[in-house]
């Protein structure tokens, strides 16, 4: 499965914690929606990043590297988000 099964622990991480911890997958504490609203955006964008895993297989740096870039890049602004209070 290659880069795939990186993405796809990713994913079963994602919903455990988005299910069972007040910090969810994006690990901040804030507003319980707002938690639960950045972990479900996270776990949308591993989707994607799984897919981008299968559709560029054997290409490290399209399958593997930027995606997790982005992704540490979305879950920087996603905890900024679940902070955040009115």
């Known amino acids: 499965m290659g880069e ?3 993405f796809l622990s990713f994913l079963a991480v994602g919903v ?3 299910v069972l911890t007040p910090e969810g997958f994006v690990a901040a504490h804030g507003p319980k929606r707002q938690v639960v609203v ?3 955006a996270l776990l ?3 989707l994607f990043a799984l897919w981008a895993a299968i559709a560029f297989r054997g290409d490290v740096k399209f399958a593997a590297v ?3 870039i982005g992704l540490s890049w979305l879950n920087r602004g996603l905890q900024r988000y ?3 209070t009115d």
């Open 82 to 84: 679940a902070r955040h």
């Open 16 to 18: 455990v914690a988005t």
């Open 4 to 6: 795939a099964s990186l």
């Open 38 to 40: 950045a972990s479900v």
């Open 66 to 68: 930027l995606p997790v």
């Open 44 to 46: 949308v964008a591993v």
